[in-house]
């Protein structure tokens, strides 16, 4: 095709196309995997403590609270300081549209796993609760996240699901006790472990490159 | 005026227009992602893939398979891949600014 044939609909049909896929191809990893693990073993060791010293549901509330502070300072300094290291500004698109999908199903269950330790003293649904909605928080970012975490996603939502029914259904696992016990046992299977493995996953994918082979001009 | 001779030919066409794109956007891409992202068929993207190779706007790295350990293909813009198509983007630009309704 002669260039000097372009017409107007042709470059607006061009410039379409680049921009979607732009959009497509960009990725943003919302959840930095050395914060994950730090969070992960901190989240276990809190668990591990919750169900062998069974605390208040206060006590417990507040452990979490202060492990979802720490975990959250650190992966907003390590994005920022993979920011810095790239040369690129911190807040960026794939920053908002992180923050867009993940805000509204992380202050969602806040909201009700708080009120629910709070006014009802129900650890073990609002552990539930956090496990889901964390879950969705995730897969929020779907179309824009890498693998790791959308398999970090579908292993917050599976395991939520099958919790609630579990617990539902025989109050699983009985042998638990109390009810503190439990959710803490639910808070450490996910939070803790899926952390760990995620970030565990993450350093072992790093792409080991062999051969760099140009083309030049 | 906007002078059309500066349309880069080569980007212009569509499939390669998306290849670059894509790799634009982040680098590096395997074939299979490539493939998968644009609905190509192996012949059609491998022959787009050697066009803009051989123009010096993409390079080839050999690299290892995570899970599987096996040789794999990743593709990459090079440096003169990248000006040439900001320059086609900001050719693109000018061409709708101009045609726009004043």
């Known amino acids: 095709m002669a260039a000097s044939d372009l017409p107007h609909d042709t470059a607006l049909e061009h410039l379409r196309i680049i921009r979607t896929l732009m959009e497509r191809a960009s990725i943003y990893r919302a959840v930095s995997a050395t914060a994950a693990l730090c969070g992960g073993v901190i989240g276990l060791a809190v668990a591990a403590w919750g169900i062998m010293r069974p605390p208040s549901p206060q006590v417990f509330l507040a452990a979490w609270i202060g492990v979802l502070c720490v975990s959250g300072v650190a992966n907003l300094f390590l994005l920022m300081r993979e920011s810095q290291e790239k040369g690129q500004p911190f807040i960026t698109d794939g920053l908002r549209m992180a923050l867009r999908a993940v805000v509204p199903p992380l202050l969602t269950g806040g909201v009700l796993g708080v009120s629910l330790i709070a006014f009802r003293q129900q650890m073990e649904l609002a552990a539930l609760v956090w496990i889901l909605c964390y879950g969705l928080a995730l897969q929020g970012t779907v179309s824009f996240a890498p693998r790791s975490i959308i398999h970090l996603a579908r292993a917050f939502l599976i395991a939520g699901q099958v919790l609630t029914v579990l617990w539902l259904w025989k109050g699983w696992p009985g042998m638990v006790s109390p009810p503190v016990a439990l959710a803490s046992l639910y808070m450490g299977l996910t939070f803790g472990l899926f952390h760990i493995i995620y970030g565990v996953a993450v350093f072992l994918s790093q792409p080991r490159e062999l051969v760099a082979s140009s083309s030049p001009r | ?102």
């Open chain 2, 1 to 102: 005026m906007i002078d059309f001779s500066q349309l880069d030919r080569v980007i212009h066409e569509k499939s390669r227009l998306s290849i670059m794109t894509l790799l634009a956007s982040r680098s590096p891409w395997s074939f299979q992602e490539l493939k998968s992202e644009l609905s190509m068929s192996d012949g059609n993207l491998i022959t787009h893939l050697r066009t803009l190779t051989k123009e010096g706007y993409v390079r080839e790295l050999k690299t290892v398979a995570n899970d599987s350990g096996r040789p794999m293909t990743q593709y990459e813009i090079t440096g003169a891949g990248s000006s040439a198509f900001r320059a086609y983007v900001k050719v693109l630009e000018a061409i709708v600014q101009q045609s726009r309704p004043k």
